[in-house]
């Protein structure tokens, strides 16, 4: 038994993205959801299963339920960071193939941008870890780049590669926030944050908010929207704090994606689109490496001379991700919902002709948790 | 002047662990069924999950695994120590600690660099371990 070919996505929406206009997190949520269900040709009513996670609430899935009047059948509320809403797809078809739900919405919903400085995290830190100063996230990824380079021989230059690639999507992303293209001196000339990593190797702060719903690939053939199916799905995690990341480049990336692919009949050279993590420039270039698009340690090659650009020969982040489009603090609502418009011809300049097939693979934490999603416009 | 820096609140194990600290003993634990050796400390074995675990005391040099050096605070508490530097360290009983380094100049650290451990009083109740590069 599986969940392969058994669901589809068949509402998908943003909320208003960068700045919130006056609405709180859970507003931008509740904004999207009704997108999202318009997009499908579904009301609200229809909804028995509720899936969301967030850095604000703390029992978000119940916080959600009363602010929109929504009384699900199924609950879930799994956070595993930012890929959680990847993971929320696995949990959805689950749940609609055992019967216990049949319309499913997973929502999000972050006012990141507006609260700048204000936002109190809800994440514990470790004791022995603490007392030291780091600045989460950016420093464990700062260690995770310098042992790569000290393994592989990465270079700055080439991690700045991949945030100009996605400067050169964002360009052709008319919700892009920044016009300009970026170069490699650009990135590699920004202020120091937390060493190697610059400014410019680090994902944008903004507000924002998603929703899918989900069904059965069954009750899909009665709605008018274009179907978007899920051929694979794998999860997998291995630490919390980066003291608990025993090998720091290379992560679990590797067996939930080879869950993915094992149950899709696919690998990396099929997929017409790509969207992976890019909260920072590392760990975008580790993503790639372990879904199998290139060696272990070849990453930074790997992404020089334009290679996942525009015009390059692999479409990765094709709205400009995190690094140049919309980074709310879980990004992985967003690596979905543009697979999703590329995979229904609706991605204006940047579209991938006839992308048939898109891989969206989430990271949590600083590679801690890992979900994946093989999604197809076409029944596996 | 910045702000105290976080103490951090210490439950079970973590309070054994920073209390050993204060005794000037950087400790691990040895599983006596397996002889798993493990870090940061727990309540059953990593590897067999046994709970007839002891504290040792490792000897405190270590090799640096990765790093990272902060130009811009972490927090509003460290606003005055920037540019530090925060290291991983492969000690040399095989076990893992995250900790700062003190007395390098952030332009000469390096990954595989040796390095040992000192220990330095937060607060009268609280001391941490820190490493510098080794004496030799
Ligand atoms: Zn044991």
Redesign the pocket.
Known sequence: MSIRDTVAIVGAAESDVWESQGRSPIGLMAQAIKRALDDAGLRKDDVDGLFTASSYYHMPALNLSEYLKIFPRYVDSTTIGGCSFVSHIQHAAAAIQAGLCEVAVIAYGSTQRSDRGKLVSMAEWLPYEEPYGLQHPISSFGMIAHRHMAEYGTTSEQLAEIAVSARQWAMKNPKAPYPRPLTVEDVVSSRMVSSPLHKFDCCLVTDGGGAMVITSVDRAKDLNSKPIYVLGAGEAANHRNILGMDDLTTTEAVSSSQRAYAMAGVGPADFDTVHVYDAFTISALIQLEDLGFCKKGEGGSFVENGRIAPGGELPVNTNGGGLSYCHPGMLSMFLLLEAVAQLRDEAGERQIPDAQLSLVHGMGGALAGHATAVLSNRRG | MAATKPIPTLRGEEKVYFEEAKNGRLVYQL?R??A?RIFYPRTV?T??M?ENLEYVASAGKGTIYSFTTLHVPGHPEFADDVPYTVVLVDLEEGVRVLADLVDCDPDDVKVGMSVEVLFEAVTEDFTVPRFRPSAQ
């Open positions: 599983c069924d397996c798993q074995c590897n067999c046994s």
